[in-house]
């Protein structure tokens, strides 16, 4: 199983509405979880942080966290075409190297 | 957050040559990150660069394709040696920001070409 997944997509919403985002993660010792947003040509941007079971949320981005069933999730309320990017889940890892891994990211369309 | 800058943006390079890159950060950071983006994939770790000790490189990645410095708490480079089509890719630098919570932060990125 690979450390960490999601569907490449890509994801297509309309404007105005929900888009959801999963990931599932290996069962190591995985402390924190990131979403991230990439455009194209640009570098990823740190949009939210996760770290406890439940719902975490921030303007239009809910994240939502379940250790039991290993999986990160990612609600973007109110699509809007400029939420257009690959959005890429990154959970961090301790022992045997603290360190990110990341899947290799869901890309979103939001059409008009 | 921080804010990141790198050196060079983007290079053409000929193969068999050495490229350093450069990443430059606003304040002292311990953890800063090599990755790499090769086109259509997802990041992967290159190696840590901590300041006072040598680079802990991943697997896959050695010191003499990949050579790393860290002089201070606010810069680092990454050389990538030799140089082949292969290493055409996107280099990020990252650093951890101090919190309970692991977060790190992207430069710009590198858009190395290798002909």
């Known amino acids: 199983q690979k450390e960490v997944e999601q569907n490449s997509g890509p994801l297509s919403v309309p404007e105005g509405a929900i888009a959801s985002l999963n990931c599932t993660y290996s069962?190591?010792?995985?402390?924190?979880f990131f979403w991230y947003r990439q455009y194209s040509g640009k570098s990823p941007e740190l949009i939210m942080s996760i770290y406890s079971n439940g719902d975490k949320e921030d303007g239009r981005f809910t994240a939502q966290l379940n250790k039991a069933s290993q999986y990160v999730s990612l609600l973007i309320r109110d699509s809007q075409p400029s939420d257009s990017a690959t959005y890429l889940c990154a959970v961090y890892y301790t022992g045997g190297g603290n360190k990110l891994t990341f899947g290799t990211g869901t890309q979103l369309k939001v059409e008009l | 957050s921080a804010v990141i800058s790198q050196k060079p943006s983007r290079d053409i390079c000929q193969r068999g040559t050495s490229l350093t890159i450069q990443c430059q950060v606003d304040s002292q950071v311990t953890m800063m990150f090599w990755y790499r983006q090769q086109p259509g994939q997802s990041l992967t770790l290159i190696a840590t660069a901590n300041q006072g000790s040598e680079a802990t490189y991943e697997s896959g990645f050695v010191i003499d394709k990949f050579p790393i410095s860290r002089p201070n708490l606010t810069f680092s480079t990454l050389t990538v040696s030799n140089m082949s089509p292969e290493d055409s890719s996107i280099y990020l630098c990252?650093?951890?920001?101090?919190?309970?919570?692991?977060?790190?932060?992207f430069g710009p990125g590198t858009r190395l070409t290798v002909l």
């Open positions: 990252s650093v951890e920001i101090p919190s309970a919570y692991n977060e790190q932060f």
């Open positions: 069962d190591r010792v995985s402390q924190s």
